[in-house]
C-alpha cells in the first residue's frame, strides 16, 4: 500500500537556528535534533548555546556552536560560512532572534527603532540572503522566520516591534515568489505570548495577562512545544508545496 503521509523526519538534514540559547529557538533546535537534523546553534551568549548544544549531543547529534550577533552583516556573513565550512550545506534555516522594546509611539527614539528593526528585520533579511544564496545553489530548502501575530494585527506600544513582524510577513512572500523555482520554500511563523524569558515580566502582571486571555479563544497562553509543531511541519517533507505561509501559532487570536 501507498503511504500518504509525508514524513516529519529530519534524519540527515543540516539546520540553522538564531536566538538558539533560549525561549523558542531552543525548543525548536531541540526538536529539529530530535526529529534526526544536526543544529548550528547561533546566539550573542556563548555559554547559553553550550548547554543547548550539550543537549543535542546527549541524543548523537551534531551541535555546532556559533557565537554571533545577528544584527549585524558582517556577522551573518561570518557565521554562514562557519556553518558551511562545518556542514557541508544548510537545509534549513530558522530566524528566530527578535526583540521588543516597549513605548509609546511618541516616545520611541532612534536607537530604540534601530535597535528593534536592525535585529527583527534587517538581519534576518541578511539571514535569509546569506544562506538563501547556498540554497538556491543546492536547488533545496527550507527558510522559516519566526514573525508574531503582531506582524497582523496590532496592539499599542508596540510600534516599532509590528513594523518589524509586519515587514518579516512580507518579505517572507518575496522570497517565496523568487526562490519558488529554485525548491527554497520560505515560510514564516506568527505565535502569540508564548511563555519565555522574553514574555515573563509582561505575563507576570496579572491586568495584562487577563486582557491577553481574553483575546484568545483557546484560553491560554503558548507553550514553545505549541511553536515547536509548526517549526518541525513546516522544516520538513510535509509542507513542500507550501510557501509564502505564516502560520500563526495563536490560539485564535486573530479569528477573534
Ligand atoms: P527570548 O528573548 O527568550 O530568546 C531570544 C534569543 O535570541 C536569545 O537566545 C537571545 O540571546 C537571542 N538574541 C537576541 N538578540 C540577538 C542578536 N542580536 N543576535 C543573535 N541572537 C540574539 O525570545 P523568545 O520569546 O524565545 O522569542 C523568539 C522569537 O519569537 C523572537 O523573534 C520573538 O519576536 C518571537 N515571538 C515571541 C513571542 C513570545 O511570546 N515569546 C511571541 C511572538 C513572537
Known sequence: MQVMMPSTDLKGKKAVVTGAGKGIGRGIALAYAEMGADVALVSRTESDLKKVAAEIEAMDRQALVVPADVSKVAEIRRMTAEVMDAFGRID?????AGR???????EVTEEDWDKVL???LKGLFFCCQAVGK???RQRKGKIINITSQMGVVALPNRVTYCASKGGVVQ???VLALEWAQYNVNVNAIGPT???TP???PILANEEFRQEVLWRIPMGRVGEVRDVV???VFLASDASDFITGHTLLVDGGWVAH
Open 198 to 200: 522574553l514574555t515573563e
Open 100 to 106: 521588543n522594546i516597549l513605548s509609546p509611539a511618541l
Open 92 to 96: 534549513i534555516l530558522v530566524n528566530n
Open 229 to 231: 509543531g509548526a517549526a
Open 118 to 120: 536592525e535585529l527583527n
Open 193 to 195: 505570548f508564548i511563555k
Open 171 to 173: 518579505l517572507t512572500k
Open 134 to 136: 547556498y540554497m538556491v
